[in-house]
Structures are given as structure tokens and as C-alpha cells.
């Protein structure tokens, strides 16, 4: 990425961003533009981290975060996953987890990640199973090597699970990516932020 010294603070955030998400005019539908000079320093961070999302919480807000999981089932693909690179009929694991912090009960991020389950080493798929932390920190636990790949970002309104539903149906920050070993794509993860009140105004 070769940016100008002199280039506004538009441009650099538009090259960057082209730069490390490569699938942004991909996206779906529902996932809208947004002004990353409008948003606070925290959002930014938690819009290109990729592996250490809860840990990046915790070390900015200062307080423990948990990571609740509200579903987790098995199914069958109805239709092609590109991005997963399966076929109809292909088998898959549907996780879908919620970061609240322990002190503040404050909803940090809501992620649903679609996993192929044959590309998993057997002890990542036995923790996904049996146990409740991210799959960042599963991943180093197990020592699971891998590449996280940004596919594109944006604002919308998420799909709230009940837990959730006082939270209204303002957008949300979101974004996704995939986790890729061995070269092949072994999840695809997305995530949503509630924005920090207020924002951060780059001149």
C-alpha cells in the first residue's frame, strides 16, 4: 500500500481499507457503506483485528470479557458457500456467540461463524464442541496454525437473537472474514459492533 503524505484523510482510510479487505464490492446488500473518520478509534481497531478480537476488548476496556455461545448446530448447506468454497449438501457447524463483559454486562459483539467440520484438526472440532471460548483462543490453544483473510465491512442492521432484542434495530458495525489453513478456507466468520457513542471526528 503506497499512500501520498499529502493525501485527506478519506483517501488514506479508502486505500487502506481496499488494502486489507478483499472483497468489499462483494458484500451483501444489507451491508452499507461507513465513514471510518466518523467512528471512534475502538471501532476501527475491532473492524480489521482478526484472532484476537476478546483480547483487544479486554485490554481496551479493562475488564474481563465472556464469550457466551448461544447456538451451535450442525446442518446441511442449502446452497453453495462460496466463500467457504461447499457445495449444496455439504455438511457444516453454525456457531453463533455473543462478548459481554463481566463487569459492565455491556454487549461487546455479536459473531456467527459457518465451519467446515472436515477441514478442522480433531482437537479444534473437539473445543468447539465441548467448550465456550472464542475461536481466536481456541485457535492459539490448540496451536492451530492459520491465515485470517478480511472479506469486506460495512454498517447494518443484524438478525438479533432474543437475548439481544432490547437493543432496538439501529446498524451495527460489521464485518467479515475467513480463517484459511493449508491454504483452504476452514471458516467463515461475521461479526457485529455497536458503534461507541459519539464517534471520534478526524480532521
Keep these: 500500500m503506497v499512500v501520498s503524505a499529502a493525501a485527506t ?9 481496499d488494502d486489507l479487505f478483499v ?15 466518523c467512528l471512534a478509534p ?3 481497531g475491532l473492524l480489521v483485528i482478526v484472532g484476537l ?3 483487544f476488548i479486554e485490554a481496551s476496556c479493562l475488564e474481563p470479557v465472556a464469550v457466551i455461545k448461544l447456538s451451535q448446530v450442525r446442518e446441511r448447506l442449502s446452497i453453495a458457500d462460496p466463500w467457504l468454497q461447499a457445495a449444496p449438501g455439504d455438511s457444516i ?6 462478548l459481554k463483559g463481566e463487569r459492565s454486562d455491556r454487549t461487546y459483539a455479536l459473531g456467527e461463524a459457518v465451519i467446515d467440520p472436515q477441514r478442522l484438526p480433531p482437537s479444534l472440532e473437539e473445543r468447539l464442541d ?7 483462543r481456541l485457535l492459539r490453544r490448540t496451536r492451530v496454525e492459520s491465515h485470517g483473510e478480511l ?12 437475548e439481544l432484542s432490547g437493543l432496538g434495530d439501529r446498524p451495527w458495525l460489521t464485518r467479515t472474514y475467513r480463517l484459511l489453513r493449508g491454504g483452504e478456507p476452514m471458516m467463515v466468520i461475521s461479526e457485529w459492533f455497536q458503534k461507541t457513542p459519539g464517534g471520534d471526528v478526524v480532521q
Design 9 to 17: 484523510v478519506e483517501e488514506f482510510s479508502r486505500v487502506m481499507m
Design 23 to 37: 472483497a468489499q464490492d462483494s458484500r451483501p446488500t444489507q451491508v452499507q457503506p461507513v465513514d471510518l473518520s
Design 42 to 44: 475502538f471501532d476501527r
Design 53 to 55: 478480537v476478546t483480547q
Design 93 to 98: 457447524v453454525r456457531r453463533r456467540v455473543i
Design 130 to 136: 465441548t467448550g465456550d471460548e472464542g475461536i481466536g
Design 151 to 162: 472479506l469486506w465491512y460495512g454498517q447494518a442492521v443484524p438478525d438479533l437473537p432474543p
